[in-house]
Structure formats: structure tokens, C-alpha cells
């Protein structure tokens, strides 16, 4: 059965562009589509990303969509991937305007999208002084007054880490009051401040927190605070075509479960990137894509070359 495309790669964030690099210089047919939604497009830059650290997401992924361009066999398309269908031979793909395509196996870099408290403020300083990952964001908030907006267990953790970028830490639980004695004795010798009122509001100026506002009026002054937030999938298209997903984890709802090699429980899908993630960073994602297509493209090996055995 002929086949318009080796590879559709649905996503064309740090893993999707990663992944057709490697198959376009491979010299295999593949269609990117990219729906443009990347969840850390809001950021200020991407911090820790090896010759790139700093630079706006939004510059790294055109600079990625330009190197494409140089690869007569690779084809970036604007749109969203919907449904799929198919088996390990071959998939159907539909996109939102109609259109379908044959392929030989789907590549699922859809990523996932952050979903922080509902905060009055929250939104307009989020990805610059309102942030999830320390690794990230850390060393622009170093040696300010900072704020971790959790509470249990994981609150304990957040604030330690963040305590590598200040000695000025204080968790707000907005009133829970879920630690144990040996968190308490922990975040007491880190020298970590715990606030239990309920915060209302961010207060911000030009796109930087100056305060936080608590339910009775009072104010905290912080530049920088760190939110817990969970990851939920972006797309469907993963349970549209019978990927499974794993357990809930700290950092995500429903990741999508892939082993070694990057493949799903569904025969031909791969999957890479923050979907898949334990730890949502761009440089996991760039390596995550070069893996998922090398693991594609010794899955299309073994198809086109079947291995022999003696007396068949």
C-alpha cells in the first residue's frame, strides 16, 4: 500500500521540530502540522537550553521551522491533527480544515497545557515572575523575595529547590494545614516561612509581581512566586487513537505512557516530549525528539528490511 508520508509528526514545539529534523535529514518523507499553541510561548525565555539559553520560545521554534526548510522532504504545515485511525501497517489522519493523510507511522508531539490556580493576576505575569520551574525561571528571580504557592508535600519540595536561588522563601497554603511534624522541622531549618491566608489576588507592574494579596487586605511583598500546577493533555488525538495513558503524577494528569523506545502501547505511535514527560523542559524535549525518531526510523528498517531466517 503506498503511503503519502514515511512520518506525521503532530506538534511543532521543542520535541516535534526535533524529531522531523532528525527524520528530514534521514531523508524520510515527513509532514509536521502545528497547531502553534506551545504552553511555554507566554515565557520570557527558555532558561538551561544549551547555545539558546534566554532566548523566546517563539525565535527557537522559527528558527527550527527555517532548518527545515532545507530538507526537500520534509513539509511544515499550520493546522491541527483531530483524528486518527489505523494500525501498525498504516494510519488515516484528519485534520481540523478536512484534509486527510496516509502515513506510515504518527509521531505525537502535542504536548500538554498548564493549568494554575484561577488567581486574579495570575495570567498576565505568568511565564516571566509567576512560574512553575525553578530550572527555568530561577536564576531571573535569584536573591529575591519569593513565594511558593503549594501546600503538602509537594510544597515542601518546591520550596527547598527554590531555596537555591534565595534565602528569602515563604510557602502560601491559602489555608491548608496538611504538614506533618518532619515537614515543619524541614522547612523550619531551611529557614522557609509558611503564610496560611488565603490569597485573593497578584499584584503586578508592568508584567512584574510586586505583592501578594490575601483575603483580609494585607499584602506580601514578592517578586517572584513559584505555583504548583498540573499538566493536562492539550489534545485528544492520543485517546482518539487508543493511546494509553499513565498514572497521575505530581507534575501531570495524564501522561501518555511510552516505553524505551518511545513507542506507545499502540503499534506504530510514538510519542515524545512534554506529553510523555516526568519533567516538562525543552531540552528533554529536543532530546526526547531525536530519540522518537531515531526509534521510527528503525521501526520503518525493520518493516522495509524483515529479517530472514534460514529454511524460509
Not at 523575595?145 to 510544597?155: F, H, K, N, S
Not at 515563604?170 to 491548608?176: D, K, N, P, Q
Not at 485517546?239 to 505512557?257: C, F, K
Request: glycine share 12%; hydrophobic share 45%.
Amino acid at each position: 500500500m503506498n503511503f503519502e508520508w514515511d512520518c506525521v509528526v503532530v506538534g511543532g514545539g521543542a520535541a516535534g521540530l526535533s524529531a522531523a529534523l532528525v527524520l528530514g535529514r534521514a531523508r524520510r518523507r515527513v509532514l509536521l502540522v502545528d497547531s502553534g499553541a506551545q504552553s511555554n510561548l507566554a515565557a520570557h525565555g527558555i532558561g538551561g537550553l544549551l547555545g539558546h539559553d534566554g532566548r523566546p520560545p517563539s525565535e527557537l521554534y522559527a528558527m527550527g521551522r527555517e532548518e527545515l526548510a532545507a530538507y526537500p522532504s520534509v513539509e511544515v504545515r499550520t493546522g491541527e491533527v483531530v483524528d486518527g485511525t489505523g494500525e501498525a501497517t498504516g494510519f488515516t489522519v484528519r485534520l481540523a480544515d478536512g484534509t486527510t493523510e496516509r502515513t506510515r507511522r504518527v509521531l505525537l508531539a502535542t504536548g500538554m497545557e498548564y493549568r494554575p490556580p484561577e488567581l486574579p493576576g495570575l495570567a498576565e505575569l505568568w511565564g516571566g515572575s509567576v512560574f512553575h520551574c525553578p530550572f527555568c525561571h530561577g536564576w531571573e528571580v535569584r536573591d529575591q523575595p519569593l513565594g511558593v504557592l503549594a501546600d503538602g508535600e509537594r510544597a515542601v519540595h518546591m520550596a527547598l529547590l527554590l531555596r537555591c536561588w534565595s534565602d528569602d522563601v515563604i510557602v502560601l497554603t491559602c489555608g491548608a494545614d496538611d504538614f506533618d511534624d518532619a515537614q515543619l522541622g524541614r522547612l523550619a531549618a531551611a529557614g522557609v516561612g509558611i503564610e496560611p491566608k488565603v490569597v485573593r489576588e497578584l499584584a503586578g507592574d508592568g508584567g512584574r509581581l510586586e505583592a501578594v494579596v490575601f483575603d483580609d487586605g494585607s499584602r506580601l511583598p514578592r517578586t517572584g512566586l513559584l505555583v504548583a500546577t498540573t499538566l493536562h493533555q492539550r489534545s485528544p488525538l492520543a485517546s482518539r487513537l487508543g493511546v494509553a495513558a499513565g498514572d497521575p503524577t505530581p507534575v501531570a494528569q495524564d501522561p501518555v505512557t511510552v516505553d524505551a523506545m518511545y513507542q506507545t502501547n499502540v503499534p506504530g505511535v510514538f510519542a515524545a516530549g512534554d506529553l510523555s514527560a516526568m519533567m516538562p523542559q525543552v531540552a528533554a524535549a529536543v532530546a526526547a525528539g531525536s530519540g522518537a525518531a531515531a526509534a521510527v526510523m528503525q521501526s520503518l528498517l525493520t518493516e522495509d528490511h524483515p529479517l530472514i531466517h534460514e529454511g524460509n
